[in-house]
């Protein structure tokens, strides 16, 4: 069975200054999908970034981008330039390729950005 | 953009009541999700349908049952609610003819049991 754990409950740090938010996961499939998702206060869950294991280049979204190391399977999150509105919880989330497509999450990391 | 659309937003019932959540998800997409997510908690998976059907089903109690209809729509129906089924239930669509994974979440119902 897949597993996905965030080893950070909580993090805190300066408007503009750079986080990175940790994950690593457990599996035996080699072809998979991670993502991060974003759950503000509204508690809207809002997709930040998605990584396709067989793809060797890191996904980067604006200010997101993300250090996958397969071997180490380990997916972490770097918010560059951070804003008072990345303020959120942060789900690490696994999907099997092939399966019924459903997420396997992490506990979250609550990141808050301070002004 | 059309989003997944759920209703109602919150909602209130007393123990031993029952509940229907609703889940219109964005237009063409075949697929629809349902995740529980309680308090201070990660989401979790209860049941998926694909093209009107049961796809998988997670930690879904025997309380519950779900359906998705012919326009794609699905609703949760939750019975003899228990206190410990007040969370945040989301619904989440895609289309699995494209592989857009990473699927689009609605806003969320709210339930609070009393």
């Known amino acids: 069975a897949q597993t996905v754990t965030q080893s950070q409950p909580e993090m805190s740090v300066q408007e503009a200054e750079t986080v990175t938010l940790s994950c690593t996961y457990d599996?035996?499939?080699?072809?998979?999908?991670l993502f991060w998702y974003k759950q503000p206060p509204s508690r809207q869950m809002i997709l930040v970034i998605r990584?396709?294991?067989?793809k060797q280049q890191n996904a980067t979204e604006n200010r997101f981008s993300v250090n996958f190391q397969k071997a180490a399977k380990s997916f972490s999150l770097k918010i560059s330039d951070s804003q008072l509105g990345d303020t959120a919880m942060y789900f690490c989330?696994?999907?099997?390729?092939?399966?019924?497509?459903?997420?396997?999450w992490g506990a979250g990391t609550k990141l808050i950005i301070k002004p | 953009a059309a989003g997944v659309i759920q209703s109602p937003r919150h909602l209130i019932k007393e123990k031993r009541e029952t509940a229907t959540l609703k889940c219109y998800p964005i237009?063409?997409?075949?697929?629809v999700y349902w995740y529980q997510q309680g308090p201070g908690q990660d989401p979790q998976f209860l049941i998926s349908?694909?093209?009107?059907?049961?796809?998988d089903k997670g930690s879904i109690p025997d309380r519950f049952s779900a359906q998705q209809f012919s326009d794609y729509h699905s609703e949760l129906n939750m019975s003899s609610l228990e206190l410990g089924d007040s969370a945040l239930y989301f619904c989440?669509?895609?289309?699995?003819?494209?592989?857009?994974?990473?699927?689009?979440f609605g806003s969320g119902t709210r339930l609070t049991v009393v």
């Open positions: 237009p063409r997409h075949d697929t």
């Open positions: 989440a669509s895609s289309f699995r003819g494209v592989k857009d994974y990473g699927y689009t």
């Open positions: 990584q396709e294991a067989y």
């Open positions: 989330a696994f999907m099997k390729h092939g399966s019924n497509y459903q997420l396997i």
């Open positions: 349908f694909y093209e009107k059907m049961q796809s």
């Open positions: 599996t035996s499939e080699s072809n998979y999908y």
